[in-house]
């Protein structure tokens, strides 16, 4: 039977962020950031393991208490692809394994929005990702700063994770892949001709890239949190 492991690559800076440590490890709600999504992943009943991607030279991560559940792998690189890339190369996954790879910074992932995933693929021949249809008109904007165009929205999707694909078929597509032009598990699935199939997401699983994006994310856990109403 096929095993579903969910890789969190962890290796980067988070520049964007603008904070003096890696954004994984910033404090939220009490605790770092990557432990509030890594809780959600191992929580999940349909989830065998979950192993986390940190850098080689990581100065932060033993300074935190983490689920004995987790593995660790020390193999991140400098892109998302080569962490992905390197993971997967550590791991003892057959081919026909599920991976299931998830932004550390998505702390607002669901059970039911993983659970929708990975009913909905369980029996792809693809695999495929969590992805919202784009609501807001989209304009593409000039060299000056202007609008250039108005884009159509219809067919349009913010692409999300995890992203769910069988161990062998994506180790594959991104040993195929110039990992310096891979921004997503899909987008190396695509190169190889096939169509990853879109599953619906949540608003919630959006993921902290600007300060701002830690009180929405604070927000959320606490609301998720509070004992519901009578």
Not at 19 to 25: G, T, V
Not at 130 to 157: F, I, Y
């Amino acid at each position: 039977m096929s095993r579903r492991v969910v890789l969190v690559p962890a290796a980067g800076s988070g520049s964007r962020v603008g904070a003096a440590i890696p954004k994984q490890y910033l404090p939220l709600a009490g605790r770092p950031l990557l432990a509030h999504t890594l809780d959600a992943l191992i929580a999940h009943p349909d989830v065998d393991a979950v192993a986390v991607v940190i850098s080689p030279d990581d100065q932060w991560f033993d300074g935190y208490d983490w689920p004995a559940a987790l593995t660790v792998l020390r193999c991140g690189g400098a892109t998302r692809a080569d962490s992905v890339a390197n993971g997967l190369g550590q791991l003892d996954l057959a081919a026909d394994d599920w991976v299931l790879v998830h932004d550390a910074a998505r702390v607002g992932i669901s059970a039911t929005a993983l659970s929708r995933l990975i009913d909905t693929l369980d029996g792809d021949a693809v695999g495929g990702l969590l992805a919202l249809p784009v609501p807001d008109t989209v304009k593409r904007g000039d060299a000056d700063g202007r609008v250039g165009a108005t884009l159509p929205r219809a067919g349009l999707w913010l692409a999300q994770t995890p992203q769910m694909f069988r161990a062998g078929l994506l180790q594959r597509a991104l040993a195929a892949a110039p990992l310096a032009e891979i921004t997503d598990e899909a987008s190396a699935i695509e190169r190889l001709g096939l169509a990853p199939r879109l599953v619906e997401g949540e608003a919630g699983n959006f993921k902290v890239t600007y300060p701002q994006d830690l009180t929405l994310a604070e927000a959320l856990l606490a609301a998720r949190s509070a004992p519901a109403q009578a």
